[in-house]
């Protein structure tokens, strides 16, 4: 969350020097619950103490609403397909939603 996080805010920096206004806060999704907790609550802090950085990256841009982390549940997470060993069905369903084609498919 935090590499993402730094990216957003370089993007939304050369929007603006682009002279392209985005107002909105820009949406993150994480699957991780326990990522959100840490990120959105400072408490947790204290029992997290080696992620601390990347704590305070992504609360910093949460607090003042540059950025706002949301969940979405794990079957949902088309990143997963790149990371993670999916059943057949959930493996296609992500590949039709990238929009992959097989190439190779007869016709």
């Not at 020097?17 to 107002?23: A, F, G, P, T, V």
């Not at 992620?51 to 982390?69: K, M, N, S, W, Y």
Request: hydrophobic share 45%; charged share 15%; proline share 5%.
């Amino acid at each position: 969350m935090a590499s993402i996080t730094c990216e957003l805010v370089w993007l939304k920096y050369l929007l603006e020097d682009l002279q392209i206004k985005h107002e909105q806060p820009t949406i993150l999704l994480c699957d991780n619950q326990a990522a959100l907790h840490i990120a959105a609550n400072l408490i947790f802090h204290e029992r997290a103490k080696h992620i601390e950085l990347d704590c305070h990256i992504v609360c910093e841009r949460t607090q003042p609403g540059l950025i706002a982390t949301t969940h979405v549940p794990s079957a949902h997470q088309i990143a997963n397909i790149f990371t993670k060993p999916l059943g057949s069905a959930l493996f296609h369903h992500h590949l039709r939603k990238l929009g992959a084609l097989d190439i190779h498919a007869p016709t």
